[in-house]
């Protein structure tokens, strides 16, 4: 078995629905950042075994294995094959276990991978009639978030949204508004920082044509003075979350260079990081937040470490009370190592995207630290979480 090493990680900047990236095919998205690998690694595109993109969606111009059309539109040569992935919002983090797993058993040994998404631009979709001329309406469907076209047959409490779902787990283990605030709070704080003082300047690449140089969603100058002006967006009586505590609908894209010791020797240049664990859960639907908590647990078994061997946590933010569920349960983790670069509710959450995004952030932080163990985790609607653990090496 071959070890599997992070040699580059890059994103787009994410964008706002509606906003500075809402004008680019999610397609142009990832080949601009194929594009962006070859230039700066001086990379013959023609010695990638594959490239492997995630992609939640699929519905729209993002159809017809996005990875195969954005590895044609970077003008990469037609012999490197390329396929995508589905897991809802971890599709990109498995795109890259799936390249690191076919690396390591010694079926490839420089693969591309990673995620994107173009919430904006998700199509309306409508399911195809029983008849021809059917007198009755047609339902459009929103394809940028949720459930659609339900199987009848599912159980009433697992077609639930995700905000509902996360008021049930904030009920659960007791996360009030104001803990949920507060930590919205720091993710934005924890971004713009970051930003300032120049941790994303290697990392995040700009989008041919759009005007964006960092993510459009981070707010400064957030209080949770102002977060508690905000209504419960999912549950009128008694809600907690909101649009302030939430990560937002976003556009964006990541992409991650990986490969064996070979292909290091052939790029000419040292790794970010070693993938030392994997790990995948299953939860009830209705408990999607956690799923990441038994996934990142089994990550560390299979590194052969324990939480306090961590020096990073990347933990995809897509409810504050979501993520502040999962730590309550990671009881031997110092909360203060969690996204201090901030998070997707700052950042943005463009679905696949956000896996790439949190793993090439903890692969920097480990290097920018010298800690040598993190892990990056994300949970997954429909119940499941996904968890990765770096080797700083």
Not at 299 to 321: H, K, S, T, Y
Request: hydrophobic share 45%; net charge negative.
């Amino acid at each position: 078995m071959s070890d599997v090493y992070l040699f580059d990680a890059i994103r787009t900047p994410f964008g706002r629905h509606g906003g500075a990236l809402a004008k680019t095919r999610p397609d142009d998205l990832a080949a601009g950042l194929l594009r962006t690998l070859v230039q700066r690694n001086d990379l013959d595109p023609g010695t990638v075994d594959e490239v492997l993109l995630g992609d939640a969606n699929g519905a729209g111009e993002d159809n017809r294995n996005v990875a195969r059309m954005a590895t044609l539109l970077a003008g990469w040569p037609t012999s490197v094959p390329a396929a995508t992935v589905n897991r809802l919002c971890a599709s990109g983090l498995d795109a890259v276990l799936h390249a690191s797993r076919t690396i390591q058993v010694g079926d490839a040994s420089l693969i591309a991978a990673g995620g994107v998404e173009s919430m904006s631009r998700a199509p309306l979709v409508m399911a195809k009639p029983d008849k021809a001329f059917p007198a009755a309406n047609q339902t459009l469907y929103n394809s940028a978030l949720g459930w659609r076209m339900v199987n009848p047959a599912m159980p009433a409490e697992y077609v639930i949204s995700n905000g509902e779902a996360t008021e049930y787990l904030a009920g659960r283990y007791g996360i009030g508004r104001d803990e949920q605030d507060e930590f919205s709070v720091r993710s934005h704080r924890n971004a713009a920082r970051a930003w300032d003082e120049g941790f994303y300047a290697d990392h995040v690449v700009p989008v041919e044509g759009a005007e964006l140089d960092r993510d459009e969603g981070i707010r400064p100058d957030s209080t949770t003075e102002k977060l508690a002006k905000l209504k419960p967006a999912f549950q009128a009586e008694g809600g907690t979350v909101t649009a302030g505590n939430s990560s937002p609908l976003s556009d964006g894209a990541s992409m991650l260079l990986l490969g064996d010791e070979e292909a290091g020797r052939r790029l000419g240049r040292d790794s970010l990081a070693r993938i030392a664990g994997r790990g995948a859960a299953g939860v009830d639907p209705n408990l999607f937040g956690i799923g990441p908590v038994r996934a990142a647990e089994l990550a560390l078994e299979r590194a052969g470490i324990g939480w306090g061997d961590v020096a990073a946590l990347e933990l995809n933010e897509a409810f504050a009370a979501q993520s502040l569920a999962c730590l309550r349960e990671w009881k031997e983790l110092d909360p203060a190592l969690v996204n201090v670069h901030g998070g997707a509710i700052a950042i943005g959450h463009p679905l696949a995207a956000s896996g790439g995004r949190i793993l090439g952030t903890l692969a920097r932080q480990l290097r920018r630290t010298g800690g040598r163990w993190g892990v990056a985790a994300i949970c997954i609607g429909v119940g499941q979480g996904l968890a990765v653990v770096l080797e700083n090496v």
